[in-house]
């Protein structure tokens, strides 16, 4: 259960930003004893995925804070967002990999389940990121685009931690995101609800 809950966490951090969650697994699986990477996952601490991960960190933190760019920017993460959560998710929850060589029986095995899992999660976060961003960069003039990325990029790293050392926590950052979706729907219904 607490795997699940450690896939989950992932995939969740991964909506918010698609690499932290991936370097942090590599790294503590790397030089902590806190994640132990299933064989099939081991790839994740490897030096050159390390570095291709941290590059592309830097890249993404620089251009989420920049008005427009950001835009762009999540336009191209909605695919890389949700593939990173699938990985964080099947890394995290300790599922196998394997070669498809037989497309029906990856499919038979359930061994695509936990990807699937966490590329829902992942991209529903981002689906409500880039909603949320949009809203705040219209209202802000795109003024708050680098502290709302940057809130973003913290929450990721604390619930990227929390989800590798205290899975339990995930259940708390579900609450949270499902009533902060419900809240601002609320607040669009009623922004858009004609008064009489």
Do not use: C
């Not at 991936?22 to 004893?33: D, E, H, N, P, Q």
């Not at 933190?61 to 920017?73: C, G, S, W």
């Amino acid at each position: 259960m607490l795997e699940l809950l450690t896939g989950a966490g992932l995939a969740l951090s991964a909506g918010l930003n698609a690499y932290i969650p991936l370097l942090i697994v590599g790294l503590t699986s790397r030089f902590t004893g806190l994640l132990d990477l299933p064989a099939a996952w081991e790839w994740l601490a490897n030096d050159w995925v390390l570095v291709i991960l941290g590059v592309l960190l830097i890249v993404e933190l620089v251009a989420d804070k920049i008005p427009v760019v950001d835009h762009v920017n999540d336009v191209l993460q909605s695919v890389v967002r949700p593939v990173a959560g699938g990985l964080a998710f099947g890394s995290g929850s300790t599922s196998e990999t394997v070669a498809v060589a037989d497309p029906a029986a990856f499919f038979a095995s359930n061994q695509w389940v936990p990807i699937a899992i966490g590329v829902v999660l992942a991209l529903t976060v981002h689906a409500g990121k880039a909603v949320a961003r949009t809203s705040v960069n219209a209202a802000t003039l795109g003024v708050a685009t680098p502290l709302v990325s940057t809130a973003e990029d913290v929450g990721s790293v604390g619930l990227s931690f929390a989800a590798i050392i205290v899975p339990v926590l995930v259940v708390l950052a579900l609450v949270a995101l499902i009533a902060g979706g419900v809240w601002l729907i609320r607040r669009r219904r009623r922004r858009t609800t004609p008064t009489t």
